[in-house]
């Protein structure tokens, strides 16, 4: 299927009533100092809405036409019944056939009371359901038929926008219906109308409607809103409609260095505003967020500062690599400036653009060049190029070699590397998935990216308890493998031999040197990682155990390593390490979503991982936390005192007074 955008085909809709013979900017010329003394001024001439409104369609259709010149994007005008041209045929597509049309059709006078705004609606919907050259090549049966339909006009007032809405509505339903039962016409599967309300200058603004805001009138219908002062504000407001439409950017070249036309021996600076495919800056390849944007005075769109540099030649040797090219033309391409960059181009020069970034570098961002006779610009690659080889591993930021444990790492996907799984077999109770995590996750839990941030990693003496310990299981042979390792690094210590890894070498300060200091670092990071692994079992305690004897350092609490009492334990003591507002977010998230299970009906729970630092929920044989809290302050208070028989849970009614209550019942019964 063909889909065509919208803006593959564009019709412009003039009104030619008698608001548009209004006048509204005086044109400015001085000959007073030529004419002499007694020279009388001439009379002001003002331009009028219809002469404004010609010059700003007409730059529109320039643009478009200078960027797309191979008949990608097509453009008609129409004023009432008639105009248009002959076609959508690219011989057609260009200033003098414009031109023609709007000459033949002359200017408006202020004597007529019809604008003819309907039959030029209707005569632009017949022309976009013409098909374009490029349309005549699709098969009409796999072909979206879209256009979009301008419509230059001034309305009275809201109620006036709401009737040509309605009939712009019924004409669109008309052509439709007589294109698909005519051979040779396509009906338009949507189509944007886009109305322009200008007026001059001083006038009333009636329109309340809302302004820049595609509404949906139908399936195939939508319609924007846009109001501008007849003027340098509709030349304006065309040039930003001309950048939404096709989807252009605008960028400003700063600091060209030019000779004065009054005086050649000296030169200025000048900006000149180009505009292109708005492609040319988000190609960037991440660095758009680095281009400065800023809004030109009396301009509705935005546009990037980029700085001339020094000229080159235009040899193909010279040229960067780039991420992409796209054709260029000037804002003002009747002004002094921007015809001396266009000859300068022209003639075999290419020059470098560079972009200011936030963080006050400068890097060269585009390039302006020449192709053919047309002038390009070039999106430079800021980064590395695609056709360089691949940067290593072991390089970082800028260049710079770092000390990864790139082997580690390779034996740590190796390890850890998944198959397909056929199904459960037979007494398979643990799926595969949950299996290879929690492998996955203690091979991971102290895991240091670099040789210089480890010492235990690097020594090969420790390899084989690292080993151990991370294994699924740790036998008792495993045990007394990992306090053999353990009593050879004391001995080491002892022994005053050296380390390996980055403490070997450091002697900074007096303290930073000494072995007994290499040593304290090293057992730091061995107790760090024996802890972090000693909540899998009973034996992988053991070694903690023994570790934190023979360093001469208190024992942690021994948490459990199956049941709900040593889950509820580990549990408490995280909920009691809370602040005030962890606990608070906690037993709110235990009020609203209750107890979080695995798909078993269980809690997942991975032993010996350090505290969560969002709230956890539980579920624990149907006891929350609350209740494992209060068993255990019940279970303490009766080791030391009897509980008050007054003290009850809440929800719970205590009777008072029962003494009393029972020496009035043995004197009743006495009586």
């Not at 000296?266 to 991440?286: C, M, P, Q, R, T």
């Not at 000229?311 to 040797?317: D, W």
């Not at 000859?343 to 075999?348: C, H, I, R, V």
């Not at 078993?600 to 969002?614: D, L, M, S």
Request: glycine content about 10%; hydrophobic content about 35%.
């Amino acid at each position: 299927m063909a889909l065509f955008p919208s803006s593959h085909k564009t019709v412009f809709v003039l009104d030619h009533g008698p608001y548009f013979a209004l006048p509204c900017t005086q044109v400015e010329f001085d000959v007073g100092r030529r004419g002499g003394p007694g020279f009388i001024p001439l009379a002001s001439i003002s331009k009028s809405v219809w002469t404004v409104a010609v010059e700003a369609v007409a730059e529109y259709c320039r643009i478009v036409w200078d960027i797309f010149p191979r008949g990608e994007r097509l453009i008609r005008v129409v004023v009432g019944d008639g105009g248009g041209g002959e076609g959508w045929e690219e011989q057609e597509q260009n200033m003098n056939s414009v031109m023609e049309v709007l000459a033949t059709v002359g200017r408006p006078t202020g004597d007529g009371r019809d604008s003819s705004i309907l039959e030029g609606v209707g005569r632009g919907f017949e022309l976009l359901c013409e098909p374009s050259p490029r349309q005549m090549k699709v098969a009409e049966e796999t072909l979206v038929n879209r256009g979009r339909l301008v419509v230059v006009t001034t309305l009275e007032g809201d109620s006036q926008h709401q009737q040509l809405l309605r009939a712009v509505e019924q004409q669109l339903a008309v052509v439709n219906k007589h294109a698909a039962s005519t051979a040779g016409l396509l009906p338009l599967a949507e189509c944007e109308v886009v109305v322009v309300h200008t007026q001059p200058q001083g006038g009333e603004a009636r329109l309340r409607g809302e302004l820049d805001t595609m509404v949906k009138l139908s399936p195939t219908l939508a319609t924007t809103l846009y109001t501008a002062v007849a003027g340098p504000a509709l030349a304006s407001k065309l040039l930003y409609l001309c950048l939404k439409h096709y989807s252009l950017a605008s960028t400003t070249v700063t600091g060209i260095p030019m000779k004065e036309e009054q005086n050649a021996s000296s030169s200025a600076n000048y900006d000149v505003e180009l505009f292109h495919l708005g492609e040319s800056h988000v190609k960037l390849l991440g660095d758009v967020s680095d281009l400065t944007l800023s809004r030109r005075e009396g301009c509705e769109y935005m546009t990037a500062t980029l700085k001339w540099c020094t000229p080159r030649g235009s040899a193909g040797v010279e040229l960067h690599h780039t991420s992409g090219a796209y054709r260029i033309t000037p804002t003002e391409v009747n002004s002094r400036q921007s015809s001396c960059l266009t000859n300068f181009l022209l003639s075999g020069r290419s020059v470098m653009l560079e972009m200011q970034k936030k963080s006050s570098n400068k890097t060269m961002s585009h390039m302006l060049t020449s192709h053919g006779g047309e002038i390009f610009i070039h999106t430079l690659c800021s980064s590395r190029s695609t056709l360089e080889d691949p940067p290593s591993i072991s390089e970082g930021p800028g260049g710079r070699v770092t000390d990864y444990r790139i082997p580690d790492l390779a034996h740590l996907m190796r390890t850890h590397r998944v198959a397909p799984w056929p199904g459960p077999g037979m007494g398979e109770t643990i799926i595969p998935t949950t299996r290879a995590k929690q492998l996955l996750d203690r091979a991971t839990k102290v895991f240091p990216i670099t040789i210089s941030s480890t010492t235990i990693f690097n020594m090969s003496v420790v390899a084989p308890m690292i080993s151990l310990l991370q294994g699924e299981t740790l036998t008792e042979e495993g045990v007394a493998e990992c306090q053999k390792i353990i009593y050879s690094l004391i001995s080491m210590e002892t022994k005053g031999e050296t380390l390996p890894g980055p403490l070997a070498g450091t002697n900074t300060g007096k303290k930073g040197g000494r072995k007994d200091e290499q040593f304290r670092l090293m057992f730091t990071e061995l107790e760090k990682f024996v802890l972090s692994h000693s909540g899998f079992s009973s034996r992988h305690y053991q070694v903690l155990e023994c570790l934190m004897q023979v360093r001469n350092k208190p024992l942690p609490v021994k948490r459990e390593a199956e049941g709900e009492a040593g889950l509820a334990s580990r549990e408490l003591e995280r909920y009691q390490a809370m602040t005030e507002r962890e606990r608070l977010d906690f037993n709110m998230s235990e009020a609203r979503g209750g107890a979080a299970v695995g798909k078993e009906g269980a809690r997942i729970e991975h032993i010996g991982a350090p505290a969560a630092k969002k709230a956890r929920l539980l579920g624990l044989g149907g006891k929350n936390l609350l209740e494992i809290y209060m068993e255990r302050l019940q279970r303490e208070a009766s080791k030391k005192h009897v509980e008050f028989a007054g003290r009850r849970n809440l929800g719970e009614v205590a009777k008072l007074y029962i003494k009393m209550e029972k020496e009035n019942m043995v004197k009743e019964e006495g009586v």
